[in-house]
């Protein structure tokens, strides 16, 4: 029997580092073996602010996943956030020799590298170059040109671009460890893959990822990536804003958020309090629920508004069609849906990983939806290298880019 | 228009009085424009030079000068340098007395065309044998304009670098490196515009500003000696309690620079502004930090200037020559920091007008609803954060524990900064929400 392939994704999230061991099976589905987790120490809002601590986290949850997995790890995919990634969309295009008149795969190189002389500032990379449609002479929604006849090759690029020395920094983390790193892919695009199925991409999607440093977010429409952002905001600021506004340690702010943390403003009865027992080095105290709950909310309204607005911005979010999935570790939050319905007045849901078998523990938990979806990812590029088919050429190019990456 | 707040162009210098600013061709009469409105021409001679009669009549410099009526009969250069040339020939005794008796003069305008490629040599050659130091600030055309205009640039930049005392060279194509991917054209444009009336208001101040240590037309004159003329050029503005180490630090890193090295460079140019509450340390610290980019045989002329406009901010400014390497000229902006934490919300723009002086200007936030200490915290450069800066500008003790709870956790972290906002500082601080 041949060994089954297994797929590493790694998360090297804000508070937690979560590494997913999955098997491809025969029928292609993906089955998840074991996953590892170490609690995350030297990383800020998505990067890394202290490389010994942070290469300690990625080798404990490592070695996690290879014991919990009973398999050996030699290399994983990796995500990558933080707030200085950005994204554009670019048409790029190609004239195809008189003499051939058929597109080839070189052409399809040609029209992405021509998308791609935009200006970016000098010190960054590109992260993702995803493919949204083909036109061959001025036909519109081609989904694969090669093979095609045609005189003009244009396509509509989906171009996501961060600082290089940030992102190289989270792969000399994993280097370190002595496992290669395959390839990177954008947090709210790997989580996007679980959360979200066909159908749902076809008819327009927002993916909300909020995790504890950083907010990923990214919208499908005609199921295609249209838009992708990162905002530094997340679960960190809404113990921070409960520590600063109920003046308690950041430890017991975090407990409360999970414990307790709602933002439902019109939940609590009048005076009602929460009773935090006293502890080494803390006296104890009473805070009134009302507060706690008019703390969270006024930070999850903001930064539901925030991205509404940048997406409004760049997309029609009238052809967003099934609505908001929300998911990350603070999509758990009590009220976080009727809040972020408000704001994008869209039908909203918390989703964790679909389509995949394992332990419901953790394909349930959204808190594992980016690593997972990194597993997901790296399994459709795997087949697209094979069977080029809708993203054509982006996991060569991607490949490409990590090259560079490797002379490091 | 760019703006230039008048502050930062020191006045009632002897020196000043003695430069002019002469911008040649349709780029250099909008610089003059701009500086025009910008209100430099209280205290410098700023004069539209063009062959194109529409554009000065539309220019609002007060001194406007046509040149080659002749030649061209006003209707300007259609893009051919000899014509420019002609034109400034034929009227090289108007323009022998409009520079006459300047120490300084400072050429600018757009290379490739016609009238600055033509004229700009000529004229700094005029310049030259009225016993003027001459200054060219030009800027190369973008590669996508074509071959011909790039080598019309090239050898136009040839003969200023010959004529002229120093050039300071910006290539439009590093435009990209000030402005975001998807930024408009206009602002494009005018972040590059920007970067050339910094250097101007810069090279003014270099030579115009009054302090313990003064740099003179003198001290400038055996610097650049004519032909052997490159120089380098960067200036960088910071604020905090490391402002000295940033700001050279800054000037050093910008992209313009980073490539090259100022270590071939046999004299350098070092000028620090700040208000009256520079400190000695600081002066000194700041030439270490440019003193280790320089090889042992250079020499560092110092320049220090007070300026008490500046409040908090220092200035940094360094001009080298006397090599034989390539010129070219450097403005380092904070943009590409502001990149990292304003996603597309902020045009570069507005973290270009960090170099104001004035501490209302350097902060693009709604002042209204913030104190003092929320807003000193969330500008744009990081460093603000350090407890040096923190003295000299809380007014009182409350404010000071007020910002050390405001953003808690992530004090030391970097700001997420959005729309102006700084988001580290709890929602309902920064909405005045009543939490009871």
Known sequence: ?408 | MIPIPRSTLTAGSDLSSATCIIGIGNAGVALVDALTLAGAADHTRLIAVNTDSVSLSASVSKEKFLIGQQTTRGLGSGGDPELGAQAAEEAEAELAAIVDGAGLVILCGGLGGGTASGAAPVIAEIAGRANALVIAVVTLPFSFEGKRRARQATDALHDITRAANAVITFENDRMSEIAQPMAGLHETFAASDQILADSLAALLRLAAGAGPLRITLADLIPLFRPGSVTARFGTAAAQGGNRANQAVERALKSPLLRDRHLSPCEHVVFHVEASSSLRFVEVETACRALSAQLSDTSQLHLAVSINDDLADTLIASVLAGGSSVPCDAVVYRDAQESISHTPRDDSPLATVENLPPSPVEVIPQKSENRTADELFNTEPFSVAKDGQARRTNKPKQETLSLDSIARGRFEHSEPTIVGGEDLDVPTYLRQKMKLR
């Not at chain 1, 508070?15 to 073996?33: M, Q």
């Not at chain 1, 790193?181 to 790997?190: F, G, R």
């Not at chain 1, 414990?259 to 803390?282: H, Q, R, V, W, Y």
Request: net charge negative; glycine share 10%.
């Open chain 1, 1 to 408: 029997m041949a060994k089954d392939r297994l797929l590493i994704g790694l998360e090297i999230g804000t508070t937690k580092v979560c590494a997913v061991v999955a098997e491809i099976r025969p029928d292609g589905s993906l089955r998840i073996r074991g996953v590892g987790e170490s609690k995350s120490a030297g990383i800020r809002k998505g990067e890394i602010v202290d490389f010994a601590k942070a290469t300690q986290c990625v080798r404990d949850a490592l070695a996690d996943a290879e014991e919990k997995a009973d398999a050996e790890i030699s290399s994983v995919w990796a995500s990558v956030t933080g707030g200085h990634i950005q994204s554009f969309n670019n048409r790029g295009m190609t004239q195809i020799p008189q003499d051939r008149g058929e597109i080839d795969e070189d052409d399809i190189r040609d029209v992405e590298n021509s998308a791609r002389e935009v200006n970016i500032p000098d010190q960054n990379a590109f992260i993702h170059t995803m493919i949204q449609h083909y036109f061959v002479d001025n036909q519109d929604g081609v989904l694969n040109p090669i093979g095609m006849l045609g005189n003009k090759l244009e396509a509509d690029f989906h171009i996501v671009h961060g600082i290089k020395t940030r992102i190289q920094n989270t792969l000399r983390c994993i280097s370190d460890v002595d496992v290669d790193v395959e390839d990177v892919v954008l947090n709210s695009v790997a989580s996007a893959q679980v959360v979200l199925d066909q159908h749902q991409k076809d008819l327009g999607a927002i993916v909300m990822d909020i995790g504890g440093g950083t907010t990923d977010y990214l919208v499908y429409e005609g199921g295609v990536i249209r838009h992708t952002g990162v905002l530094a905001i997340g679960g960190d600021h809404i113990t921070n804003d409960i520590s600063i506004g109920l003046r308690i340690p950041i430890a017991k702010a975090e407990r409360l958020k999970i414990d307790e943390g709602s933002c439902e403003i019109d939940s609590a009865m009048p005076g009602e309090t929460i009773i935090l027992k006293n502890d080494l080095g803390f006296s104890g105290c009473e805070v009134e629920r009302s507060v706690l709950n008019r703390i969270i909310y006024a930070r999850i309204r903001e930064l539901f508004e925030l991205v509404e607005k940048d997406i409004t911005l760049h997309c029609e979010i009238n052809l967003v069609g099934s609505g908001v999935m929300l998911t990350g570790g603070c999509c758990q939050l009590t009220g976080i849906h009727e809040v972020a319905a408000d704001v994008f007045q869209l039908p909203v849901r918390s989703a964790a990983a679909q389509e995949v078998a394992g332990p419901t523990s953790v394909f349930q938990n959204p808190q594992y939806a980016t690593a997972i979806g990194v597993v997901k990812y790296a399994q459709l590029m795997d087949v697209t290298t094979e069977r080029r088919t809708l993203f054509g050429g982006l996991g060569r190019r991607l490949g490409g880019l990590f090259k560079a990456f490797r002379i490091i």
